[in-house]
């Protein structure tokens, strides 16, 4: 292939320069992605969805997949670059935003107990998922670290952070997706179960406040963390949501370490004869996101303008959501077989019964 043609079918890949030329190729895919996006908000705001665990996120790449099989295909064509900004563009925007939830004084409301048990939870449960998915349920690594993302951290909001920093492909997101989808939903029904069980055998100490620490330390999603921890009470919720912030807010550390991590691959690869290495690769919304951490922690936003600012970081992450949606293939997902959820399963008991022994432990 010439230089050339090879230039032609690079350039045709990507929105064309100028502010016309951008909206012209990129605006129907967005638009197309916005409104899925949007009607997952307004679904997730339904009572039945809310009490349910159901996210603005699960709720767009589920529409996004129910488009993405039927009527995406027939539109595909000129739908492609606007959805592959969503994926990209938006979607870093929106990790970077998602630190205006946060600040450092959150750290306090779960001391430095909460702090450990929280590390602990995610460097333990992406290790097994590191080595279980890849020796015993010979995964590729990016699923299995996708995986280990979602039940580590914070749920698809982390599998799609963690996305790019990996490269992954579309299918390997939505079936980490989908398995933070399944046992997160269990755990909403399992948690004020077990509640029941810890005051008859006292195993977590600290009554609702230290089994909220135990929830919003083991749960995947946010809202499933809600959903579990109201059913306990509203001070087990109260310190769940918390400890669950303080979790999301190792995400960007998170990142940092895995791009280092691959970065001392290459490199070793290169050393040894075996691959071409390359430089570290930052992935700058990760220090976005602390950036906006920390702006948070240091100014008093107005609430009505924090409001704001979470609802548009929700809807650009929801509208990255339904662009993944619409690019995977139900085929793609049922190729990947039982194996990821396999996998996702094991997590999901070291979540509930290794969670339980370190806070525990720590507690």
Known sequence: MSNSSATSIAAAGRPSQGKAGFFRQAGPGLLLATAIGVAAMRLAGWEFF???????LTLAIVLGMLVGNTVYPRIAAPSAAGVGVAKQTLLRAGVILYGLRLTWQDIGGVG???????AVMLLSTFGLAW???????KLDRTSAWLIGAGGSICGAAAVMATAPVLRAKADQVAVAVA??????????????F??????QWGLIPGGTHGFGVYVGSTVHEVAQVIAAARAVGTEAADTAVIAKMVRVMMLAPFLLGLSAWLAWECARGKADGKGEGSGLCIPWFAVGFIAMVVFNSLVS???WLMSAAIDFDTLLLAIAMAALGLTTHVGAIRRAGLRPLLLAGLLFVWLVGGGALVNALIG
């Open 50 to 56: 809310a009490s349910r665990g159901f996210s603005a």
């Open 112 to 118: 430095a107990a909460g702090v450990a048990i929280d």
């Open 131 to 137: 080595l279980v998915g890849t020796r015993v349920f």
């Open 179 to 192: 398995t933070v989808v399944v046992f997160g939903t269990v755990s909403m029904f399992l948690y004020p």
């Open 194 to 199: 077990l509640y029941e069980l810890n005051q």
């Open 301 to 303: 936003i107005p609430d």
